[in-house]
């Protein structure tokens, strides 16, 4: 009589993670079949993408703590002393990347450390839902990391894979994020469809043109169904900006003209300092001691000297972090509808600004027609008309803003349009992924 087989040993569930722009995700295999999110924060299956470096109160021999996701943004509205780091994915393909940054009481970081920590707390969260080590994943990433280099956006994948490896992440596979969607999406399509997805957070607007169906989601390799991947590095973060520039720091300056002399046209006040105070991965580079003390010999540079005094007020309280959470909070606001009003009395008591839909769409179309035309360009890529599309599908953070998603809709007369959650379908998608390629 013959020994029994021996089983192949069980092998470690697999994960797969949406490092997003403004937020993230992990997804683990569900224990009935499919995929789940992990509770990343208390009832939240997706958490900012942010870190707070807590320098207050501590020993020289000691390191910061580190707060995550909502946290982290407390953290810093609260006022302890540290750094608040957002937009990380942003710096892949950088230089910034492999730079150190200053966050407080004498301490540097690395970026890719800044990552690299996230994507840990992100796996640690994971690994005590599925009750295993986690050495295998798909991440998500966006079809392009850098517009029109693709060297740079090749270092930004390598980057990104680095920090992975770097948290004990072994064996890994990389998947666009909007064919990530689209996989979500199949799970729900009763016949084979085309759909242009279109992923667009806070940092890139992705398109991918793909074919679906229920007998093409039973095969592992889909490259034949993708017809085109196209996209553009604006998104959600640019639009922040540009609320900013455009509501918020006129009312600082931006824009603004120097003082009037005899025979002279005023010249406008530089500029530079309000763009990096409007770029989450800049704001902290205003503060340093040299730009400050360049800052503050400026004041004969303003016309106006109430502006001037804002400006100095958000450099020397820190605000510019606060500031763009305050033109992403009005974005949101007038998307739901309405017009908001921004409350900026801690640059001056009573002071405020508002933002209506007119005004918005009007700060943001130059975006909306690039992100519009990527659209046009994907189908394009394709060789498919806008009439042989099927259907729509809208993902991503900044499909809340509807002139943006009416505008694509436009575009594709004969398309249904279906919005997915735009904040988890990337995740559940990269999650059906790494269930096909390590099961």
Same mark, same amino acid.
């Given at each position: 009589?013959?020994?029994?087989?021996?089983?192949?040993?069980?092998?470690?569930?697999? $994960?797969?993670?949406?490092?997003?722009?403004?937020?993230?995700?992990?997804?683990?295999?569900?224990?009935?079949?499919?995929?789940?999110?992990?509770?990343?924060?208390?009832?939240?299956?997706?958490?900012?993408?942010?870190?707070?470096?807590?320098?207050?109160?501590?020993?020289?021999?000691?390191?910061?703590?580190?707060?995550?996701?909502?946290?982290?943004?407390?953290?810093?509205?609260?006022?302890?002393?540290?750094?608040?780091?957002?937009?990380?994915?942003?710096?892949?393909?950088?230089?910034?990347?492999?730079?150190?940054?200053?966050?407080?009481?004498?301490?540097?970081?690395?970026?890719?450390?800044?990552?690299?920590?996230? +994507?840990?707390?992100?796996?640690?969260?994971?690994?005590?839902?599925?009750?295993?080590?986690?050495?295998?994943?798909?991440?998500?990433?966006?079809?392009?990391?850098?517009?029109?280099?693709?060297?740079?956006?090749?270092?930004?994948?390598?980057?990104?894979?680095?920090?992975?490896?770097?948290?004990?992440?072994?064996? +890994?596979?990389?998947?666009?994020?909007?064919?990530?969607?689209?996989?979500?999406?199949?799970?729900?399509?009763?016949?084979?469809?085309?759909?242009?997805?279109?992923?667009?957070?806070?940092?890139?607007?992705?398109?991918?043109?793909?074919?679906?169906?229920?007998?093409?989601?039973?095969?592992?390799?889909?490259?034949?169904?993708?017809?085109?991947?196209?996209?553009?590095?604006?998104?959600?973060?640019?639009?922040?900006?540009?609320? &900013?520039?455009?509501?918020?720091?006129?009312? $600082?300056?931006?824009?603004?003209?120097?003082?009037?002399?005899?025979?002279?046209?005023?010249?406008?006040?530089?500029?530079?300092?309000?763009?990096?105070?409007?770029?989450?991965?800049?704001?902290?580079?205003?503060?340093?001691?040299?730009?400050?003390?360049?800052?503050?010999?400026?004041?004969?540079?303003?016309?106006?000297?109430?502006?001037?005094?804002?400006?100095?007020?958000? +450099? &020397?309280?820190?605000?510019?972090?606060?500031?763009?959470?305050?033109?992403?909070?009005?974005?949101?606001?007038?998307?739901?509808?309405?017009?908001?009003?921004?409350?900026?009395?801690?640059?001056?008591?009573?002071?405020?600004?508002?933002?209506?839909?007119?005004?918005?769409?009007?700060?943001?179309?130059?975006? +909306?027609?690039?992100?519009?035309?990527?659209?046009? &360009?994907?189908?394009?890529?394709?060789?498919?008309?806008?009439?042989?599309?099927?259907?729509?599908?809208?993902?991503?953070?900044?499909?809340?803003?509807?002139?943006?998603?009416?505008?694509?809709?436009?575009?594709?007369?004969?398309?249904?349009?279906?919005?997915?959650?735009?904040?988890?379908?990337?995740?559940?998608?990269?999650?059906?992924?790494?269930?096909?390629?390590?099961?």
């Amino acid at each position: 009589m013959s020994a029994p087989a021996a089983r192949a040993p069980a092998r470690a569930p697999s $994960c797969a993670i949406d490092f997003g722009t403004s937020n993230s995700a992990i997804a683990l295999p569900a224990p009935g079949g499919g995929v789940e999110l992990v509770e990343v924060e208390p009832g939240r299956r997706t958490m900012p993408t942010a870190v707070f470096y807590q320098v207050e109160g501590l020993a020289a021999h000691e390191e910061p703590q580190r707060a995550y996701g909502r946290e982290a943004l407390a953290a810093y509205m609260e006022g302890h002393e540290g750094r608040l780091m957002r937009s990380m994915k942003s710096i892949l393909g950088s230089s910034l990347a492999e730079q150190s940054t200053e966050v407080g009481a004498g301490r540097s970081v690395r970026y890719l450390d800044v990552v690299s920590g996230y +994507l840990r707390h992100l796996k640690s969260l994971a690994e005590q839902q599925a009750g295993a080590p986690l050495e295998r994943a798909v991440l998500g990433r966006p079809v392009y990391f850098v517009d029109g280099d693709p060297v740079r956006d090749a270092q930004a994948q390598q980057a990104l894979e680095d920090a992975a490896r770097a948290v004990g992440l072994r064996e +890994l596979s990389f998947q666009y994020e909007p064919i990530a969607a689209a996989l979500d999406y199949e799970q729900t399509v009763q016949r084979e469809q085309l759909v242009l997805v279109a992923d667009i957070g806070g940092g890139t607007s992705d398109f991918s043109l793909v074919r679906v169906g229920p007998e093409r989601r039973r095969r592992l390799e889909r490259q034949g169904d993708i017809l085109a991947n196209h996209g553009v590095h604006v998104a959600g973060t640019d639009f922040d900006r540009h609320i &900013e520039l455009a509501s918020i720091l006129p009312l $600082c300056g931006y824009k603004g003209l120097g003082p009037r002399r005899p025979g002279e046209t005023p010249r406008e006040v530089p500029s530079r300092v309000y763009f990096d105070l409007a770029t989450w991965h800049l704001i902290n580079t205003v503060y340093s001691p040299r730009r400050m003390a360049e800052l503050r010999r400026m004041g004969g540079f303003y016309g106006d000297p109430t502006q001037y005094r804002r400006l100095m007020t958000v +450099l &020397e309280q820190r605000l510019g972090h606060a500031l763009v959470g305050q033109a992403e909070a009005a974005k949101i606001a007038v998307a739901e509808g309405g017009a908001t009003r921004i409350d900026l009395a801690r640059l001056e008591p009573g002071l405020h600004a508002t933002l209506d839909g007119a005004q918005a769409v009007q700060a943001l179309d130059a975006q +909306l027609q690039r992100i519009v035309a990527a659209a046009d &360009e994907t189908l394009r890529a394709g060789g498919v008309r806008a009439d042989a599309v099927d259907a729509v599908y809208f993902t991503g953070g900044s499909t809340g803003f509807r002139p943006l998603t009416e505008r694509i809709a436009a575009r594709l007369p004969a398309a249904l349009a279906w919005h997915g959650d735009r904040d988890a379908s990337v995740a559940r998608g990269l999650g059906v992924q790494a269930l096909r390629l390590f099961a």
